[in-house]
């Protein structure tokens, strides 16, 4: 039934309640480690998979399930995992997937800690990975080969905002028979749904928006039923990057508010990204929502609005740009995004430091690219934030 309903009310009430035998409002917090079997028979087929049940919290909670359950309803999937980290969705999925001799093709712009993932520990596994513009379809094509199993990317790209074309990724990957995974955490299920391009698996940095109050680090990844238990009983089950039952249950408080924060928080960053595209310091703006953004056809498409990132480039050098950050007051200076607190941060020296400068130059991250999430605050405020210290660009 759950599924026929709006998206803001299955955020609030998608998946089934643990058991509550008080009738509490919140969902009960299952903070334990381990689950007390009836008889050592009992626990014998549970083991066995004969039975139903709980055993250990890093197989399985109920906390945990329901914001498995919640998630996989807005995802429009079967299931869900939920996991202890993003890198954590990330690898998991990936390695449940990949073994020694396959080869992923991949957005050459990813974030950094993804990035490393795929150049530095895949190679010392033997999983092979080209790195393309996915923009560009033929580099995809040509990247091809006969031990590709699956393709990768993040878009809107963490720090760019380069947007890539699902419909056209999701019928590649089915015509050559590739697993497709696609990182959703700047966007959410709220704004795109990637399955409906035909995509496999969709991931999370639940860290970001899904939970939304920078109090937690987790994962989730979405998926068939089928593809969902191989990585639970592969990947997470034996290398442990499991949930903790209490992120899972402040995660399922912040998605009740997703919509109405994602409303607020595009609504804020069109607004910043149309200042900053007539301010005379600023080179460039990388936002979709704004008509000069290469991938705006998307909007309405593809994602029903832009998310609260933007990356801008200064007419400044790297000194300048340092002090631009330095001088802001309302902005946080912090990795991180989709928090109600406005952050800012500089991908080259920070988010996107393990990648060489010849790669970042490859995956179009200057060394003049700051990056912002925009937060919940008045945006006349974030406005002002950056004029004073844009005003004060010329002079450091
Ligand atoms: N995927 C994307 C698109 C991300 O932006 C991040 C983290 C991850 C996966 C990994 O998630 P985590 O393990 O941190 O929960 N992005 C960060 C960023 O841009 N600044 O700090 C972390």
């Known amino acids: 039934m759950a599924q026929s309903r709006h998206f803001e009310t299955n955020l609030i009430h998608a998946g089934a309640n643990p058991d509550n035998e008080y009738g509490a409002l919140a969902t ?58 993003g890198m954590g969705a990330v690898a998991s999925a990936l390695m449940a997937n990949l073994s020694m001799g396959d080869h992923l093709i991949s957005s050459n712009a990813v974030y950094g800690c993804t990035y490393a993932l795929l ?5 010392r596994f033997g ?29 809107p790209v963490n720090p760019n905002m380069a947007v890539f074309d699902l419909a056209w990724i999701g019928q590649f990957a089915q015509k050559n028979n590739l697993l497709s995974f696609v990182d959703n955490t700047f966007l959410t299920p709220y704004l795109q749904k990637p399955k409906d391009f035909g995509i496999d698996v969709v991931i999370h940095s639940a860290t970001k928006y899904l939970n939304g109050h920078g109090d937690v680090i987790a994962g989730i990844i979405c998926a068939s039923k089928e593809q969902i238990e191989l990585i639970k009983f592969t990947t997470l089950k034996d290398m442990g990057a499991t949930i903790s039952p209490h992120d899972a ?49 998307f909007i309405g498409k593809q994602m029903s609005k832009a998310g609260g990132v933007i990356a801008f480039e200064l007419n400044a050098d790297y000194k300048q740009s340092i ?53 919940l605050e008045h945006s006349q405020d974030l406005i002002d934030d950056l004029a004073n210290s844009l005003s004060l660009i010329n002079n450091s």
């Open 323 to 375: 002090s631009f950050l330095n001088q802001l007051s309302i902005f946080k200076i912090a990795v991180s995004l989709g928090d109600a607190e406005s952050l800012i941060q500089h991908p080259a020296s920070m988010t996107h430091s393990p990648y060489t400068p010849e790669a970042r130059a490859l995956a179009g991250i200057s060394d003049n690219l700051i990056r912002i999430s925009v937060g």
């Open 127 to 155: 999983i092979e990975v080209t790195m393309v513009d996915m923009s560009d379809h033929q580099q995809v094509t040509a990247a091809l080969r006969e031990n590709t199993k699956a393709i990768f990317l993040e878009t």
């Open 249 to 297: 249950w402040l995660i399922l408080r912040g998605l009740k508010t997703l919509a109405v924060r994602m409303d607020r928080h595009c609504e804020n960053a069109m607004k910043i990204a149309t200042f900053l595209e007539e301010h005379p310091s600023v080179s460039k703006v990388h936002y979709p929502g704004l008509k000069s953004h290469a991938a705006h056809r």
């Open 119 to 123: 150049t530095e520990q895949f190679a």
């Open 28 to 85: 009960p917090l299952y903070q334990t480690s381990t689950f007390i079997f009836e008889t050592a028979e009992q626990g014998g087929r549970r083991f066995a998979g004969e039975e139903g049940g709980y055993i250990y919290t890093r197989l399985g909670n109920p906390t945990t399930r329901q914001l498995e359950e919640r998630m996989a309803s807005l995802e429009g999937m079967e299931d869900a995992a939920a996991t202890a980290t």
